[in-house]
């Protein structure tokens, strides 16, 4: 068992996360949580876990109070699936305190104990007596993640594969047609396998740019739930190329489609288990539902025009998602749609700025590339190949699946990328 009194020593006592590290960690499952903290340095990082949207499934409350606090507590009521347990005693006090703990605590629970004791001798006590983990404070939100990941997420089970969240900060602004084809783009140059949901049901259209009629979809699975496993779920992919399945929308509007905030969250946690990545084609809509499918997603991508309303509304996006996933990078961003003739624009630098984003890509106006495309049911890249929107495409593949960084820029613009098409257009 790896040795967290050590590994944790020298870690100072800090708010901020590495998001190297937190990328790395997966949702924990459904347990009821703990705490029993005898100072706020211990008690806050477990609170802000607590908020983390890799915990939305588990139950956490946490309690001012040390081990003789938990013990009188737990003989009048069950104990948990796990308790986190702060102690500023002596290890040997420590270890008889304990005791008291074990005849009110129930065989499966699982206890952590954070002391402030870096003692070799009292960690092997501690792991012989029962005892999940010790660790030393103090502690951050990442050490409590990683400790309780490694206590209930399953080391030899298949990763997850990384949910990639597209949504327009307006209707119309192009969101689809940038999910689809980044996601194609993903499948060709990776080789590797990829999952399209289009969860918009009534008027999704990504059977229409993927060429696809399926008799079945992601409709069958949100209304049947209980059906949803791997093999269910493989007979409604539709395959859209050689690494890249669709799970269409009926796009119909026989029914109504009002849905729970979870109603999607058993379809993608089955996705996430037979593809390394699920892109989510989120519609423009604020539902239950869709707010939580933008919390618990690995990576969110706001498509915007360059225009006020759009400005407003990805503003009014970005702000949210920074209360719902405070432990997470911001939301990456497209400019779409570029240069309408005649039609007055914020510049990409005043669009951004407000954000504090830099955009992934400014992507020109292109009726005639993107429109072909789409009447032909071929995504951009089968069209032009050399075409530079296609690069951008490409690249914004990278930047979504952590192949590459977003360069910042001082003053982005349209101009060059203007420039950049029509010289591929002359090609």
Not at 312 to 336: H, Q, S, W
Request: proline residues 7%; aromatic residues 6%; charged residues 25%.
């Amino acid at each position: 068992m790896t040795n967290l009194a050590y590994e944790t020593q020298a870690l100072p006592d800090r708010n901020e996360t590495d998001p190297g590290l937190m990328d790395s960690l997966r949702p924990l499952p459904r347990i009821s949580i703990q705490a029993f903290c005898e100072t706020e340095g211990v008690a806050r990082p477990i609170e802000r876990a607590g908020e983390d949207r890799r915990m939305a499934k588990t139950h956490l409350k946490v309690h001012m109070g040390g081990i003789e606090t938990a013990v009188e507590f737990y003989k009048t009521a069950p104990t948990p699936n796990l308790i986190l347990l702060e102690s500023r005693c002596e290890p040997r006090e420590m270890l008889d305190s304990l005791r008291s703990l074990a005849e009110v605590c129930d065989p499966t629970t699982k206890v952590v104990i954070i002391g402030h004791y870096n003692d070799i001798w009292l960690y092997r006590e501690l792991i012989r007596s029962g005892i999940s983990e010790y660790v030393v404070a103090p502690i951050s939100m990442a050490d409590i993640l990683t400790v309780i990941s490694g206590i209930f997420v399953n080391p030899e089970s298949e990763p997850l594969g990384r949910t990639i969240a597209f949504v327009g900060a307006k209707g119309g602004v192009g969101s689809s047609t940038i999910a689809h084809n980044v996601a194609w783009s993903m499948s060709t140059l990776f080789k590797s396998e990829v999952v399209v949901a289009d969860m918009d049901l009534a008027f999704g259209t990504a059977n229409i740019n993927f060429d696809q009629d399926p008799a079945q979809g992601i409709a069958e699975a949100v209304f049947s739930p209980e059906r949803i496993d791997e093999t269910y779920l493989d007979r409604l992919l539709a395959q859209c190329a050689e690494n890249l399945s669709l799970l269409a929308a009926p796009s119909t509007l026989d029914r109504i489609y009002d849905f729970d905030p979870d109603a999607f969250t058993q379809i993608i946690d089955v996705a996430q288990r037979s593809a390394p990545a699920v892109v989510l084609d989120v519609p423009h809509v604020w539902s239950g539902w869709a707010k939580t499918t933008l919390t618990q997603a690995d990576e969110i991508v706001i498509t915007a025009t360059p225009e006020l309303a759009n400005l407003r509304n990805a503003k009014n996006l970005v702000d949210m998602l920074k209360k719902l996933r405070p432990n997470d990078a911001l939301p990456k961003l497209v400019i779409n749609q570029a240069g309408v003739p005649k039609r007055p624009e914020i510049t990409p630098a005043d669009f951004a700025e407000p954000l504090g984003i830099t955009p992934m890509a400014v992507i020109p106006f292109d009726p005639l590339l993107f429109g072909n495309a789409s009447n032909n049911g071929r995504m951009l890249g089968e069209m032009d190949a050399k075409n530079p929107i296609v690069g951008m495409i490409n690249e914004v593949a990278h930047f979504v699946t952590g192949r590459a960084e977003i360069k910042s820029k001082k003053k982005p613009g349209i101009e060059q990328l203007l420039g950049r098409l029509k010289l591929g257009m002359k090609k």
